[in-house]
């Protein structure tokens, strides 16, 4: 037995489901997960000494790749002083006046420990400044685990098969409505349906939980005007396209001003840091300078700062970082689509910048149940195919493929060369 399985037994016993997240648990694809040791660059190795080209990079934050040595000297050099003070820090300021100056909707922010927290509290603060009490969101979108965005919440809860959590009372989750992405008179009809109750309407600016979706041409655009005409706030959740499609994310991919966004993943460099920000006249609103309570004793940690400042430092610094990065993938995956057609079967292809996700359908994929009518029998029998290959996908057909910075062509080509092979066996 390798040394993944036994690992994987012994945390069974101690961890629910063996792991500490559940789509890590290798679920929706019937495999054991691989436990691993260490990563560099574009690779990640396991507790076997399996080495695998990864497009995870841990769920988006590694866009620069693994390891990368500007970030983990950083840390190095932070970790020397202390690793929590509880207190407020130089580092901090730095990065929220980065923050300020790379995103220009964002005039004040907030950091936190993870997307879910940044989530959740940009959802109080939109209802204590609008003094509104129901949220849209769509189908399909993942927003983090907080109780009130659990509600048709995309791929973890998706393959799990679990239409909802247990454990949330429906006090939480009534005030949670759901519209369809790409549909803007869903949108219109709740907000219809709901006059001068909508606090704000919540979205990813490019769908990344139900696989990657596309906003449609107009699509972000009909939010901001159907936000402004009914007096709701517009949330974009960029914890993965923020920092990632653009220096400014998605809403300066796209040219649309939401009123908050939610940060996670790329802006801690790989360590657990979320961040909420918008205009200063809603921030303002946020305790101990208003009314609307949020804390947290690890915020603005020294050495999570430290990681963040220098990875967002290297991205803001490196020049043509992003349209090298955006070019390269896509050229990546317009060679996908050749081979893919080249193999006969049904498949969308969908992507955006350095994330895109083939779905098994004939169905072209544009909101959640489109993205429903996917073969996972045979992404199953894909994603165990490419592993024993050393390409390590996404353990399921609704998670993003993630392109790094430090993907070479030729390791790109290795991917399409076995994706190739995979349809000719
Ligand atoms: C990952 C994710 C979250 C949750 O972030 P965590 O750091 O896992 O809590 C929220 N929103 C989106 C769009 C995400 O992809």
Request: aromatic residues 8%; negative net charge; hydrophobic residues 40%.
């Amino acid at each position: 037995m390798g040394r993944s399985e036994d690992l994987f037994e012994r945390a069974r016993t101690c961890i629910p489901g063996g792991v500490n997240s559940p789509v890590r648990a290798f679920g929706s694809v019937g495999m054991t997960p691989r436990f691993i040791q260490r990563a560099e660059g574009s690779y990640v190795y396991d507790a076997d000494g399996n080495k695998y080209l990864d497009f995870i990079g841990s769920w988006g934050p590694m866009i620069l790749g693994h390891s990368n040595p500007v970030v983990l000297e950083a840390v190095e050099k932070a970790i020397r002083d202390g690793l929590s003070y509880g207190a407020a820090t130089e580092r901090e300021v730095t990065m929220a006046e980065l923050i300020c100056s790379i995103v220009p909707s964002v005039e004040m922010v907030r950091m936190v420990n993870s997307g879910t927290e940044a989530v959740m509290s940009a959802l109080r603060l939109a209802r204590g400044y609008t003094g509104r009490t129901k949220i849209i969101k769509f189908t399909g979108c993942y927003h983090g685990h907080c109780d009130a965005m659990l509600v048709k919440a995309g791929s973890g809860v998706m393959t799990q098969g679990i239409p909802d959590s247990a454990g949330v009372p429906k006090g939480c989750t009534e005030d949670t409505l759901t519209a369809v992405y790409n549909n803007l008179e869903s949108v219109e009809a709740l907000m219809d349906a709901n006059p001068r109750a909508v606090a704000a309407v919540i979205v990813e600016p490019v769908g990344a939980n139900m696989g990657v979706v596309n906003p449609a041409p107009g699509f972000l655009e009909g939010l901001r005007t159907l936000c402004d005409k009914n007096g709701a706030l517009l949330i974009f959740d960029e914890v993965i396209t923020g920092f990632r499609l653009a220096l400014d994310g998605a809403q300066g991919y796209f040219g649309v001003q939401p009123d908050l966004t939610t940060f996670g993943k790329i802006i801690g460099g790989g360590m657990p840091v979320g961040a909420y920000g918008g205009r200063k006249e809603i921030m303002s609103m946020v305790a101990p300078s208003g009314a609307v309570y949020q804390a947290g004793t690890l915020s603005g940690n020294p050495v999570a700062m430290a990681a963040g400042l220098a990875q967002l430092t290297a991205l803001k610094d490196t020049p043509n970082l992003y349209s090298d990065l955006n070019d390269k993938a896509n050229r990546f995956f317009t060679s996908l689509e050749i081979t893919l057609k080249n193999a006969g079967i049904p498949f969308a292809l969908n992507h955006t910048g350095s994330i895109g996700s083939v779905f098994f359908t004939g169905t072209p994929v544009g909101d959640y149940a489109s993205s429903k009518t996917s073969d996972t029998e045979r992404y199953r029998d894909y994603f165990a195919y490419m592993l024993s290959q050393g390409i390590y996908l996404a353990p399921s057909q609704f998670e993003a493929m993630f392109i790094s910075c430090s993907h070479t062509e030729e390791e790109l080509q290795l991917v399409l060369d076995c994706v190739s092979r995979y349809f000719q066996r």
